[in-house]
């Protein structure tokens, strides 16, 4: 499981840190972070995101939702 992904400008530095934590293994071998934060070097700011629930269930995403035409389309951008 990534826990931490640097982003750099094209000259190599560094301007953001997405870091993952408050790991849980949900189902199996299937590991989620509960907290996501992102930090922006440049302006001295972060963002995070806590899960506070989750839910799996075989048909929460259609599966033609998964098929070219449907991407293709722009259906999903309304």
């Known amino acids: 499981f990534i826990t931490r992904i640097d982003y750099?400008?094209?000259r190599g530095e560094l301007f953001k840190r997405?870091?993952?934590s408050n790991l849980v293994n949900v189902e199996?071998?299937?590991w989620r972070a509960n907290t996501a934060r992102m930090e922006n070097m440049r302006e001295n700011t972060a963002t995070v995101i806590?899960?506070?629930e989750r839910q799996f269930a075989d048909a929460a995403?259609?599966?033609r939702m998964f098929v070219e035409r449907?991407?293709?389309s722009q259906e999903h951008m309304r």
């Open 70 to 72: 449907y991407l293709t």
């Open 8 to 10: 750099s400008d094209r």
């Open 61 to 63: 995403v259609p599966e």
């Open 50 to 52: 806590e899960v506070g």
């Open 28 to 30: 199996g071998g299937i």
């Open 18 to 20: 997405q870091t993952m």
